[in-house]
């Protein structure tokens, strides 16, 4: 296995491999850059087919941090952590405990938090032996439902954000004004649900989807949504899809089918293949960049381990929305895709930091 010539591999400063005989731990840690500041990023479990698969989702996904970070203006790097086993019948509590001993050994190189596979609870079991992991306790929050460190409300309102800059922008509306549209949510999870939920409240008509059938009659009885089979929401007659499930929803497939003007939502890896944000613009499609869009999990998990407030924390979230809107603007004036667009912006902060030093 190839690790240096590895197609993921993109001058990842540090990625450790480790085994714990005693609790069958195997996992591994890549850090991408710490230009910025420590790396954040969440870990993974998952029944990977082979290490080879296991090293390419984590050095992608540690990759994909630093760009995160790095438009979320966080003083953070990039990093990520995959556990190689199943959390539904592999997963024990010596497991967690080991995985926080590794996270140990990095010195603080790398803050571990929850991902897929990965509960807060479980996280708490590795803080048992690390002083770096993050998420686990929100020492406030600001919209109005208890939390105990999930991000997800925060991602939800970062993205609510997001999707009125990118209204605003594709229909040259005053920010904030949604009356008379019709989104399109895919996946009404814990994201998509408090997205719809404040949607509906901004007076927009929803359309959702999703595979779990408790969560589809709870949005349906909540907002009044019209519910649509989960391989129609992408081609639904709407102003803005908003994927919030799985990853590449905007694939060759789904791009002529596409009737949304604005693609803006919480789901990772939108786009199947980056060369699809130009097909977007071909077709006068607004594309909010996932990983900017959907950054607020992380502003939260920055502020609850800082000396910071509820008040500052919203400010910082909703930064989301200038962001997009500087994208949205360059890519119309370069013609250039906005996932680009959002690349070369975040390079450049890291070359900017990096000459500074
Ligand atoms: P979740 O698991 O709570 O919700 C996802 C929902 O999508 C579920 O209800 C699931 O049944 C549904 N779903 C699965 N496959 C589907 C399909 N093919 N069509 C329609 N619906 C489908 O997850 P979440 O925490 O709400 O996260 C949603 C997305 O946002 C994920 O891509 C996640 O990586 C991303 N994200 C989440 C956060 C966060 O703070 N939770 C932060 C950043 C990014």
């Not at 086993?85 to 997963?91: G, L, V």
């Not at 002083?131 to 109005?144: C, E, I, Q």
């Not at 994927?243 to 905007?250: F, N, R, W």
């Given at each position: 296995m190839a690790l240096f010539a590895h197609p993921e591999f993109d001058n990842h400063e540090h990625v450790a491999f480790h085994q714990d005989k005693t609790s069958g731990l195997q996992a591994i840690i890549a850090v991408?850059?710490?230009?910025?500041g420590a790396s954040l990023g969440g870990c993974r479990m998952y029944p990977y087919a082979d290490d080879e698969a296991a090293l390419t989702d984590v050095l992608r996904l540690a990759k994909g941090m630093t760009y995160k970070a790095a438009m979320a203006n966080l003083p953070m790097g990039g990093g990520k952590s995959v556990i190689i086993?199943?959390?539904?019948?592999?997963?024990t509590p010596e497991m967690m405990q080991a995985m926080g001993r590794f996270v140990e050994s990095l010195g603080g190189q790398y803050i571990v938090a929850e991902d897929s596979g990965i509960a807060v609870s479980d996280v708490h079991l590795m803080a048992e032996n690390t002083?770096?992991?993050?998420?686990?306790?929100?020492?406030?929050?600001?919209?109005?439902e208890p939390s105990d460190g999930n991000p997800a409300p925060s991602t939800a309102y970062g993205t609510f954000v997001g999707l009125q800059a990118a209204v605003a922008f594709a229909?040259?509306?005053?920010?904030?004004?949604?009356?008379g549209l019709t989104v399109a949510i895919q996946g009404v999870g814990q994201v998509g649900f408090r997205l719809a939920q404040m949607l509906h409240t901004a007076g927009a008509t929803l359309i959702i989807a999703d595979t779990h059938r408790p969560a589809v009659l709870k949005a349906q009885l909540a907002f009044g949504a019209q519910v649509v089979d989960i391989n129609e929401i992408h081609a639904v007659e709407c102003d803005v899809l908003a994927?919030?499930?799985?990853?590449?929803?905007?694939n060759p497939n789904t791009i002529p089918a596409i009737k949304a003007k604005v693609i803006a939502g919480?789901?990772?890896?939108?786009?199947?293949?980056?060369?699809l944000g130009q097909a977007l613009l071909q077709r006068g499609i607004t594309y909010a960049p996932d990983y900017v869009i959907n950054a607020a999990g992380i502003i939260d998990i920055h502020h609850q381990q800082t000396d910071s407030s509820p008040a500052l924390m919203k400010a910082h979230i909703e930064q989301i929305g200038a962001t997009l809107t500087q994208i949205f603007t360059l890519s119309t004036a370069q013609g250039e895709a906005t996932n680009i667009i959002a690349n070369q912006l975040a390079e450049a902060k890291i070359l900017a930091k990096r000459k500074a030093r």
């Open positions: 991408h850059d710490t230009t910025l086993a199943d959390p539904h019948t592999d997963k002083s770096y992991a993050g998420g686990l306790n929100a020492k406030f929050t600001y919209l109005g229909f040259a509306r005053k920010l904030g004004d949604l009356s994927p919030c499930a799985l990853g590449a929803t905007v919480a789901a990772n890896n939108q786009l199947l293949t980056e060369d």
